[in-house]
């Protein structure tokens, strides 16, 4: 095969681009790939070094074959966001393998710029999003070289550096006039969210401790006014009601209801809510919220959901109730349900509910036996529990006595129900912490929590937290302080100065969420309204993008343009000779060589000739001449200053 | 009727005339003349852009359209950037030397830079051939364009396409122009084997020569047995054939080369090829030598001067036929 003919600098630019785009992909490619391509890599740089062919058709074309077989074992499709990011930098690296000529530059370039984009399907905070336009930039620097064989790789940075100067603001116009529609058009790859954490729609042993070990953060909240006191911040997310002995479901109870029932006996809190995606169909709420956000319904059992799987950032505005009478949800069948629990399991909590059924009669005092019973039971809270066994609520409540939030709301909702007062558990988060720096409220992961309600006829359903009875620290502080050892390191609080910088970095982190990643149609419509324009359509959008835009090229241009005016000193000079003769009846056609105008301008002014020929010969050498130097210019000058004809 | 000033302004008279007059001076590369449209790689860069807008849109990746409005952004902004790599060029004429037909003329043209940046990558396509040049700031840059030259006469410069496509090769500039610079071309001489021309009349008794040593009075060709120290070399080295000069008993140093003395049966054009060649030979011989062809006639001479008066002459006689042939 032949050698390549493309220059190697370029070449070498063009590849450094391509590798920054494929760099992050690592962290997720599988080894095999990831080797593949950095072998890939590494034999184009040395062929366009050394000069060595290219590998033939049969190679190139065998090894495509392999790299789509070796993806199809992989991952057993080539669909998907991880198959097909495999296979595209895959093939990136071996259309480098018969990069030949300048036209299949434009491939590599525009598949790089693609596969620039594809990283954000992984991460999408700003080290990324620097790291990724950084890539743009030099791969167009690499583009330019190829337009500018003669030209430095230095120049070419530079001239890549202009265009990337001069086209952020109208990103910036696009991005924010663009006008935005939700998606999406078409199903999204089924393992898109693969690594989202949250709560889950069941809860077992272990569920939810395993989700405090994230500092991740699962929504934020901006309060209108004062944020209520922690032990009452009760975040609602998915209900339990079904029990098999280890795993609680949702008690298939899908009743949506239009409007919200519940009494409420105290003034609303206001707040807005910027949810994390999830892929979930709930949204969290302060218990119980009022009026719903738009698109969502609210289940019988008081949980908001969305109509759709929440896959982007969202935010909601909400009005809570923290003092209500929740009456829904109690039906005949539901209170059945609320009672129900295997009755095959756990003998020695079923013995000791009926018990208390037999000595107190009343569900009241049951629920006060429950609630001392726990208090005074010496439990401890850790996030590395005991295995149990089939037993489990037995083991915890009378053996091993350890356990996390999940093992208090099952034990207790257990006992509950066999002493046959109807209880559900309530999984959500409990806490949350300001962020003084921008005065949003962060709930993470860590703060997942699961705690009970209890069906107390004309009181409703009554919130009761076995965990926050058992361990009081862990709803007054929050989950750091009732378990210093195990929480994530950043939520520890004595590291104070630690405290500050994520404090800050949330916080930014927050602003770069709020404007840039949850951009959408209700963001536009929100930063349109501070101009005056008040439901936008999306023709007075793309009017505005017209003419912004238009102004901005308008801008460029000018500021590219003008610097042409300033010709250089040689040419002002000659050119105010040439006004100088002009006045004096000389005028200089537009096709007059400097020299044969001299010459006609010294027969005119016969006693000016010599002058004239020394101030035309002098500015043909400087323009003309090879070795011009600053001191002839100023000679120039001096001799025009002193000519008057 | 006004029609003809209101055409002679616009755009449409620019576009489909003037292109085709040839501009005296220096060409001024002014806006409204410098053309401007995407290439295939920019339409091709244009679906990509729409594909990951789509692809952000579906998957609701913020950053995503970061990306891809940047690179929009890159794009509409290169536009300006390739237009002003053109526009305001000075383009001029510069020398060209004269050459036989079959050559390559190599036509030069100036191209000034009046600006604080540089310009790249111009190339200057003209009669199937394409030359890149650079023109940094504030400077001259001479470009020579070659032009096969066909035929004997005046050949005037093509019109030559100025093009770029810097920085990210996603949109063409160009620009036509057509500076008036003609260059001479002279005939072909011919590679027959050379009959000796008659010598001149006018030097009667140099008449019927018979061969011998002392005097050059011609050539013929190369035949084995011919003294070494006899062959032409100047000739030879010209790349002609092996040639032998002969020398005549009696001075014959002024000979004359008349259209009239060739059979008219050769043909114009085979007649000045032969009178090329003879021109050639006798220059390259330190001759004295004159050319008669009807109605001119370049009196006897022998400088570099004079040889190019005679090519001149025989380049540009009856040049409007040789153009019709």
């Given amino acids: ?645 | 009727m006004n029609w003809d000033r209101i055409l002679r302004h616009s755009q449409i008279y620019n576009l489909l005339v003037r292109p085709h007059q040839p501009e005296t001076g220096t060409i001024f590369l002014a806006q409204r003349r410098v053309y401007i449209l995407p290439t295939r790689q920019g339409f091709t860069f244009a679906l990509a852009l729409v594909l990951m807008l789509i692809g952000s849109i579906n998957y609701s990746l913020s950053l995503g359209y970061v990306l891809t409005f940047m690179l929009a952004g890159m794009g509409i902004v290169s536009i300006l950037h390739t237009f002003r790599n053109l526009a305001h060029l000075y383009v001029s004429a510069g020398r060209v030397e004269p050459v036989f037909a079959g050559d390559t003329v190599r036509f030069e043209l100036h191209l000034e830079n009046r600006r604080d940046v540089p310009r790249h990558s111009v190339l200057l396509a003209c009669a199937g051939s394409t030359t890149n040049c650079e023109v940094p700031p504030n400077r001259v840059e001479t470009v020579t364009i070659p032009v096969k030259a066909a035929r004997r006469g005046w050949l005037q410069l093509p019109r030559v396409t100025m093009e770029t496509r810097f920085p990210m090769g996603l949109f063409r500039a160009w620009a036509y122009v057509r500076p008036d610079v003609r260059a001479i071309i002279y005939p072909k001489p011919d590679d027959a084997l050379l009959p000796m021309p008659r010598l001149s009349h006018g030097t009667g008794d140099a008449m019927n020569a018979g061969t011998g040593t002392d005097d050059f009075s011609g050539l013929r060709a190369y035949q084995s047995g011919d003294s070494p120290r006899h062959i032409a070399w100047k000739a030879v080295a010209r790349g002609e054939v092996l040639l032998t000069k002969v020398f005549a008993g009696r001075a014959a140093m002024e000979m004359w080369f008349d259209w009239n003395d060739l059979p008219p049966r050769l043909g114009t054009e085979a007649r000045l090829s032969r009178l090329a060649r003879w021109v050639l030979l006798a220059h390259a011989n330190g001759l004295r030598f004159g050319v008669k062809l009807p109605g001119v006639e370049v009196p006897l001479g022998s400088s570099d001067d004079h040889r190019k008066a005679c090519l001149q002459a025989l380049a540009l006689h009856d040049a409007d036929n040789a153009a019709a042939a």
Avoid at chain 1, 192 to 200: E, I, K
Avoid at chain 1, 615 to 640: F, M, N, P, T, W
């Fill in chain 1, 1 to 645: 095969m032949t050698p390549t003919t493309l220059p190697p600098l370029n070449l070498a630019v063009l590849l450094a681009g391509l590798a920054l785009a494929a760099l992050p992909h690592v962290l997720h490619l599988p080894l095999w790939a990831s080797a593949t391509a950095a072998i890939l890599f590494l034999w184009r740089l040395a062929i366009s070094w050394k000069g060595l062919p290219l590998p033939s058709k049969f190679v190139t074309v065998t090894a495509t074959i392999a790299a789509i077989a070796g993806d199809i074992l992989t991952y057993r499709t080539i669909f998907g966001r991880d198959a097909g990011v495999t296979l595209l930098v895959l093939l990136l690296a071996l259309k480098l393998m018969e990069l030949r000529s300048q036209r299949e530059i434009y491939v590599v370039t525009f598949l790089s710029y693609f596969l620039a984009l594809t990283n954000f399907f992984y991460s999408q905070t700003i080290p990324t999003a620097v790291l990724m336009l950084f890539t743009v930039y030099v791969v167009t620097a690499g583009l330019i070289g190829f337009n500018a064989p003669t030209c430095r790789p230095v120049e070419n940075l530079r001239t890549a550096g202009a265009l990337f100067l001069q086209a952020g603001p109208v990103m910036l116009l696009l991005f924010f006039l663009f006008p935005r529609v939700d998606g999406p058009f078409w199903g999204m790859p089924q393992d898109a969210f693969a690594g989202v954490t949250g709560l889950s729609d069941t809860m077992s042993p272990g569920s939810i401790s395993r989700l405090s070990q994230s500092d991740a953060i699962a929504f934020r909240v901006k309060f209108d006014d004062k944020p209520p006191p922690r032990p009452r911040l009760y975040w609602r997310g998915p209900v339990f009601w079904e029990f098999d002995g280890v795993t609680w479901r949702p008690g298939g109870l899908p009743l949506l209801q239009r409007g919200v029932k519940f009494e409420s006996l105290d003034a609303p809190v206001d707040y807005e809510i910027t949810l994390e995606p999830h892929n979930r169909r709930w949204m969290f709420a302060l218990d119980l919220p009022g009026r719903l956000p738009p698109r969502t319904r609210i289940s019988i059992d008081y949980v908001l959901l969305s109509v759709r799987p929440i896959r982007t950032r969202m935010r909601y505005q909400l009005r809570s109730y923290p003092s209500y009478r929740a009456t829904a949800g109690a039906d005949p069948e539901d209170i059945r349900l609320a009672l129900s629990y295997p009755r095959g399991f756990n003998p020695r909590a079923q013995r000791l509910a009926r018990e208390w059924r037999r000595t107190l009669g009343n569900d009241e005092a049951i629920l006060l036996q429950a609630i001392d019973f726990l208090r005074t039971g010496r439990y401890g809270y850790t996030l590395q529990p005991p295995l149990l066994g089939a037993n489990s609520v037995d083991e915890f409540l009378f053996d091993t006595k350890e356990g996390f939030c999940e093992h208090f709301s099952s034990g207790f909702v257990f006992l509950m129900r066999a002493a046959g007062v109807p209880a559900r558990i309530v999984t959500g988060y409990q806490g949350g912490e300001m962020n003084p720096v921008d005065g949003y409220m962060v709930v993470r992961q860590a703060d997942a929590h699961a705690w009970a309600e209890v069906w107390l006829g004309n009181r409703g359903w009554v919130r009761v937290d076995p965990t926050a009875v058992a361990i009081p620290l862990r709803v007054n502080a929050g989950i750091a302080a009732a378990a210093p050892q195990s929480a994530p390191l950043l939520m520890r609080t004595r590291l104070n100065w630690l405290r500050t910088l994520r404090d800050n970095w949330d916080a930014l982190g927050n602003k770069w969420n709020q404007w840039v990643l949850g951009y959408n149609p209700d963001r536009q419509r929100e930063m349109m309204s501070w101009f005056g324009v008040r439901s936008p359509s999306w023709q007075s959008l793309a009017m505005a993008l017209f003419w912004s835009v238009g102004s901005v090229i308008g801008i460029v241009a000018l500021w590219l343009f003008a610097r042409y005016r300033t010709a250089d000193p040689t040419q002002r000079v000659w050119l105010a000779f040439c006004r100088k003769l002009g006045r004096a009846g000389v005028v200089r056609s537009k096709s007059e060589g400097p020299l044969a105008f001299g010459a006609r301008a010294a027969a005119r002014l016969p006693e000016r000739a010599d002058a004239v020929h020394a101030i035309a010969g002098l500015y043909v050498e400087l323009r003309y001449g090879k070795d011009a130097d600053k001191g002839s210019v100023a000679r120039l000058r001096s001799l025009v200053r002193a000519f008057h004809p």
